[in-house]
């Protein structure tokens, strides 16, 4: 059975940095697509950052421009657990950010129908 836990989750001053964890126990398939979301109150789940790994060779993906740079995914293979690096966080960045998994590539990255396994959320709160 898969289970993603999230962590790293916390309240910070605009400007700061956080990185959160997905821990990831019964993902066995070497072929994987792994993505962090966020949802802010009152707004859809939007994809941030994900990474398809295979045969030892991982790629990346951000949703937009201006995320790239600030936020950035990585993987601890051996730990099984990917994080999301996020700097100069900004009011906007506020929300619950979720990690998502689905075996095979990220096809359809952006949508969250796409993916299997979902995690329960940590939240970020960004303070000005």
């Known amino acids: 059975q898969v289970q993603l836990k999230e962590s790293g989750g916390d309240s910070v001053q605009a400007g700061g940095s956080l990185r959160l964890s997905c821990a990831a126990s019964?993902?066995?398939?070497?072929?994987?697509?792994v993505g962090w979301f966020r949802q802010a109150p009152g707004k859809e789940r939007e994809g941030v950052a994900a990474?398809?790994?295979?045969?030892?060779?991982?790629?990346?993906?951000y949703s937009a421009n201006n995320l790239k740079g600030r936020f950035t995914i990585s993987q601890d293979v051996a730990a099984n657990t990917v994080y999301l690096q996020s700097n100069t966080l900004q009011a906007d960045d506020a929300a619950v950010y979720y990690c998502?998994?689905?075996?095979?590539?990220?096809?359809?990255?952006?949508?969250?129908?796409?993916?299997?396994?979902w995690g329960q959320g940590t939240q970020v709160t960004v303070s000005s």
């Open positions: 019964g993902l066995t398939d070497s072929r994987r697509c």
């Open positions: 998502a998994a689905k075996a095979g590539a990220c096809a359809d990255v952006w949508n969250i129908a796409t993916y299997t396994y």
């Open positions: 990474l398809y790994s295979r045969d030892n060779i991982t790629y990346y993906t």
